[in-house]
């Protein structure tokens, strides 16, 4: 979607069982969270917070914090090193195959123009399901076809646009073991063992981020696989070969998907806009 430039972050609240669905129901129903999933650990809910800024992903964060009654924790991205949500229908695991690792830091992309942010909040909602999806925005917004496009390839050329595709909802194509595997890694060398991780068969995304006090890690990873034990043997042979087994390491599988959306940054925006001219 849209929202090169905006800011994310991973938070997670330890919630007594008893009121797990209750705390959920709290954070999922925000419009910032777009992924919401119980995992095995005390720390039992974790979720991630879109937003414009850093600063507006924090104040989401605290409040969630503050509804739920529960200790939270802020773990903002760092850097990147594996970003791939493509899944191979075929295989046992999610990844297609081993890939150069490459590293990305986050970047500020120019921003989505204020008369441009109800195509934004369109684009970040996903295609329409019709024949020509494109007409449809263009109808909804009041604008060309031919300004939609435009827009849409200007926002790609600039890195505004960072992905457009499809949301895999990998539970329910049968990718039922979904685990996240947290290391603490030396800053000396976390670079190289994210790096490693991220080229290691079955690794779909690797993260550095913020570590906490009362949650050292900085290092994540995740595999997806149709069966717990599959997913295990990867995940121990991805650590064996980034020499992370040798690290504090712990891994939480999913036991619940409460929520499963694309970024949401736009979400406010009316498309209700004059139409625009297209400039050659």
Known sequence: GPG??????????????????????????????????????????WYVITGPDRGCVRATADRLAHEAEAPALFLPMVRAYRVDLGFDLRAPHAARTPARATLHRERIARPVAFSERPLAALAEAGLPLVPQPYDEWATELGWPREAVLATLRRWQRSGTLRRFGVVVRHH???????????IQAHPAEVDAIGAALAAQPGVTLAYQRVAD????????????????AAVEALIAQ?????????????????????????????????PATPALEVTA
């Open 4 to 45: 090169r430039g905006r800011r994310g972050a991973l938070c997670a609240l330890a919630v007594p069982p008893a009121r797990l669905e209750q705390v959920a129901a709290i954070v999922s129903r925000d419009p910032a969270v777009n992924h919401n999933y119980e995992r095995e650990h005390a720390w039992n809910l």
């Open 238 to 270: 991805a650590l064996a070969a980034s020499g992370a087994d040798r690290l504090p390491h712990a891994t939480l599988f999913s036991l619940r998907r409460f929520k499963q959306t694309g970024g949401r940054y736009f979400g406010a925006a009316v």
């Open 213 to 228: 006090p009362r949650w050292p890690y900085n290092l994540y990873f995740m595999v997806h696989g149709r069966e717990r």
């Open 172 to 182: 329910d194509l049968g990718f039922a073991a979904n685990a996240m595997t947290v």
